[in-house]
């Protein structure tokens, strides 16, 4: 449910799982999200602090088992901290790629009493992705375009994240260039499937077209 709402808004999903098999069954959904970049706050229970690392009732290692499937991670050890890291978690997921998270609460601090921290004042995130184009780059690519022999535009989930305004632009680069597109599932909506240019979805049930023109 948390993905398909982050899907189908563009805002981040919110999970709420208890310790160990709860945290455990979450690892698929993480995967899945951080393939398709898809913005997930997963918050999970843990042990009382004191009791982790000593193999009590429902513990796992949480941060080390999402850590290949995420974004980011915490482990939140001080109630007046967790403030701060779900603002810097929703932070994490929404922004640059988006993709899924973790912030593992111990017991211990679940029921603790601490300070809230306001977003507008919370410390500042280390995190703080590109967002602009890199010029030398994008002029490679014009460069890499106008010299092609046989060129294909293969395009992504990576527009459809990037707004509506991203699928505008693309229109008019395959209307200006005249080039054939295709797209992976992710992409799909990018560009319509009704356009002149428009080869189908390339991969394992795209298109015979598309997939032996790539």
């Not at 981040?12 to 997930?40: E, H, K, R, Y």
């Not at 810097?88 to 029921?111: C, M, N």
């Not at 990037?162 to 295709?182: K, N, Q, W, Y």
Request: overall charge neutral; charged content about 15%.
């Amino acid at each position: 449910a948390a993905e398909g709402y982050a899907r189908s808004t563009g805002k981040a999903g919110v999970m709420l799982v208890t310790s160990g098999p709860g945290a455990t069954n979450a690892v698929t959904p993480l995967q899945d999200a951080l393939m398709d970049s898809i913005p997930l706050v997963c918050l999970t229970g843990q042990v009382p602090t004191s009791l982790i690392g000593s193999d009590a009732f429902q513990e796992c290692d949480t941060i080390g088992i999402t850590r290949p499937c995420t974004k980011h991670n915490w482990l939140v050890k001080d109630v007046n901290e967790l403030a701060a890291i779900i603002h810097e978690a929703f932070h994490v997921a929404t922004t640059g790629r988006p993709g899924p998270v973790v912030v593992d609460i111990p017991k211990d601090v679940q029921f603790a009493k601490g300070m809230y921290v306001p977003p507008q004042t919370a410390p500042r995130t280390s995190y703080q992705p590109k967002v602009q184009g890199d010029l030398e780059k994008i002029k490679a690519a014009v460069e890499l375009m106008a010299n092609a022999k046989r060129p294909i535009l293969y395009t992504g989930g990576g527009v459809i994240n990037s707004g509506p305004e991203a699928s505008h632009l693309l229109r008019e680069l395959v209307d200006l260039t005249g080039f054939p597109i295709t797209s992976t599932l992710m992409g799909l909506g990018a560009y319509p499937a009704s356009g002149k240019n428009w080869m189908g979805m390339l991969g394992m049930h795209g298109t015979y077209e598309a997939n032996m023109a790539m």
